[in-house]
């Protein structure tokens, strides 16, 4: 069974740093692309990052581009995502998920407040 569980979400200040975590199993992530997204309050899901399986291609959201960082551990079978110079408008559920598939994951909250 193909499961996600994401972590590391939280409370912090703009321009605070975060690192989130997903944890596969079920299959590895090596081989697939894989992405992250985020749901803001009242709003549709946004892809925010994605990383092929080759971990040779990367691609980031306009408004997260320079601020976060991608990256995987197949060791680990975990998917990484560092959010650094955080915004109030980053404030939201992140998930991960298999590129193309339904979100999975109960995802982790991130906020960035004062």
């Known amino acids: 069974e193909v499961q996600l569980v994401e972590s590391g979400g939280g409370l912090v200040q703009p321009g605070g740093s975060l690192r989130l975590s997903c944890a596969a199993s079920?299959?590895?992530?090596?081989?697939?692309?894989m992405e992250w997204v985020r749901q803001a309050p009242e709003k549709g899901l946004e892809l925010v990052s994605n990383?092929?399986?080759?971990?040779?291609?990367?691609y980031y959201a306009n408004s997260v581009k320079g601020r976060f960082t991608i990256s995987r551990d197949n060791a680990k079978n975990t998917l990484y995502l560092q959010l650094n110079s955080l915004k109030t408008e980053d404030t939201g559920m992140y998930y991960c998920r298999i590129f193309g598939r339904p979100v999975r994951g109960q995802g982790t909250q991130v906020t960035v407040s004062s």
């Open positions: 990383i092929n399986a080759a971990g040779t291609y990367t």
């Open positions: 079920g299959f590895a992530v090596s081989g697939y692309r």
